[in-house]
């Protein structure tokens, strides 16, 4: 079975740009989280997804969004970007639930820079 | 505040020894992960524990429920260890909150 699949892998934006991530689960895994990790504040939670729906959330401003597509696939959406949002995102998988509730599975995480 | 702590913040020691880091936390908990990082960032589950003892090959995971607190152990430790242990706990049905991380370093 796949892993855990981020594209793309590395990104070069500018301030003021937006971008997108995207996020394929392990095949019948139907939550997906999204997380941010900085060498500041570590690693955080930005949002769960489940059956398309939103299900939790963490404390980042609206510039950063998420959506969940049929076949369970995310994506994560920054707008407007500024210097810090320069982290290493990771999306991981699971079949129900979030990171409490069962194994999570990560995804090799997608490099932001912003210049 | 919710919070988690880990300790220490970095560890190297020799192949071969026993390595325990530890996690405490501020208030109840559901329950509790430890995530290994390798260098270039991907993420493995090692445990997830709600309370008592969990054991993988030479990890060993405890919680003690009472005492808000959880070690995780290495035993014959090797440099393939070598990597940053992270707790992960969520605070009732509050977002998830992650430990700093500990990084380890076995020399051969």
């Known amino acids: 079975k796949a892993g855990v699949t981020q594209t793309p892998r590395y990104l070069i934006k500018t301030r003021g740009q937006q971008v997108t991530l995207s996020c394929s689960p392990i095949?019948?895994?139907?939550?997906v989280s999204w997380y941010q990790q900085t060498p500041g504040q570590g690693l955080q939670f930005l949002f769960e997804?489940?059956?398309?729906?939103?299900?939790n959330k963490g404390n980042f401003p609206g510039r950063f969004s998420g959506r969940q597509f049929s076949n369970s696939r995310s994506e994560m959406n920054v707008s407007t970007l500024e210097l810090g949002d320069s982290a290493l995102y990771l999306c991981a998988s699971s079949l129900e639930g979030g990171l409490t509730q069962e194994t999570q599975y990560f995804g090799p995480g997608t490099r932001l820079l912003v210049l | 505040k919710n919070e988690v702590e880990q300790s220490p913040q970095n560890l190297t020691a020799q192949e071969g020894e026993f390595i325990t880091i530890n996690c405490s936390y501020s208030v109840g908990i559901s329950a509790l992960h430890w995530l290994q990082q390798h260098p270039g960032g991907g993420i493995v589950s090692l445990f997830m524990l709600s309370s008592g003892k969990k054991k993988h090959g030479r990890l060993i995971a405890t919680i003690n429920i009472q005492e808000k607190h959880s070690s995780l152990h290495i035993t014959a430790s090797h440099p393939r260890d070598s990597a940053v242990y992270i707790c992960a706990v969520r605070f009732g049905n509050e977002k998830l909150t992650f430990g700093t991380g500990t990084r380890l370093t076995i020399i051969p």
């Open positions: 997804y489940f059956s398309e729906t939103q299900r």
């Open positions: 095949s019948g895994h139907r939550s």
